[in-house]
């Protein structure tokens, strides 16, 4: 199994679950995120006064999926996330033991299963 994370704009959640949708997957997070890469941040203006905004808003997808769906939902991540400017953000994948659902105790593919 692998636990899939990616940082992505928050105007991409959208293309990115309907994507993961249509791989199969049945369950994921996401969580509403602040951090910054190469961009460092931004300029805005409010109210006729400059100011630097260093944390941008992103969102955080984390999936649990079995080895072989693994680059596939990378793949459909990545393809609905990009826009080709700066600030498209991250994907990683790690190997992860073992899942538990706690409700029932079923473990590891069964616990990640719909």
Same mark, same amino acid.
């Given at each position: 199994?692998?636990? /899939? ?6 105007? *991409? ?8 949708? %249509? ?6 997070? /996401?969580?509403?995120?602040r951090g ?30 079995? %080895?072989? #769906? ?17 600030? %498209? ?7 992860? %033991?073992?899942? #538990?659902?706690? *409700? ?11």
């Amino acid at each position: 199994m692998k636990l /899939v994370t990616a940082i992505i704009k928050p105007s *991409r959640l959208d293309p990115v679950l309907d994507a993961l949708k %249509d791989v199969g997957i049945s369950g994921l997070t /996401v969580s509403e995120v602040r951090g910054f890469g190469r961009q460092k941040g931004k300029t805005e203006v409010y109210r006729g006064a400059e100011y630097e905004v260093k944390l941008l808003p992103k969102v955080k997808i984390e999936v649990v999926v079995p %080895d072989p #769906l693994a680059e596939n939902a990378v793949e459909k991540i990545v393809t609905a996330a990009k826009t080709g400017k700066i600030g %498209d953000g991250k994907v990683w994948v790690y190997d992860l %033991d073992s899942v #538990l659902r706690i *409700r029932t105790g079923e473990t590891n593919q069964e616990a990640i299963e719909g």
